[in-house]
């Protein structure tokens, strides 16, 4: 019965050691990850998915799109532009085991295939959770601030 008890007991105690605390670090390298992997001219629908839950949500421009509907917009805006980049900033980071919530700011910079270049300002909110022990974007709420067409 002892023996039970004390085996139980470190079953539960390494349980606790395995989940360890998601970092800052990580949720700031995942975000920078989807922005990477969403960029114009190395986009995949299937690289993007992979730190993706299957179960995404983008909310944009009054808009709820899940990733096929999300990649239709992409393939849609791709046929015009011919670059774009993202710089985050303002991090506010809230981080357990589990999951993670972050908020910042994007400013993006496109560049059209006209050479026209249009600067976008957002505010942007993503959730995050641990599945099959990677952490993974489950929503995105992206607010339009202000837009300066170049």
Not at 68 to 77: H, L, N, P, R
Not at 106 to 133: A, C, H, M, P
């Amino acid at each position: 019965m002892i023996k039970n008890i004390i085996i139980s007991l470190a079953l539960i105690l390494s349980l606790n050691v395995v989940t360890k605390q998601i970092s800052e670090e990580e949720v700031v390298f995942k975000v920078n990850q989807f922005f990477e992997l969403l960029d114009i001219e190395v986009y995949e629908k299937e690289k993007i998915s992979t730190i993706l839950t299957k179960d995404f949500q983008i909310f944009e421009m009054g808009k709820a799109w899940d990733m096929d509907e999300f990649d239709k917009f992409i393939q849609e805006a791709s046929q015009t532009t011919a670059s774009t980049g993202w710089i985050l900033s303002d991090y506010n980071i809230s981080v357990d085991e589990n999951s993670a919530h972050v908020s910042y700011r994007n400013d993006g910079v496109f560049q059209t295939k006209n050479d026209e270049t249009i600067i976008s300002y957002w505010l942007e909110s993503v959730y995050l959770v641990r599945e099959e022990g990677e952490l993974k974007l489950k929503f995105l709420q992206s607010d339009l601030v202000n837009r300066e067409t170049k």
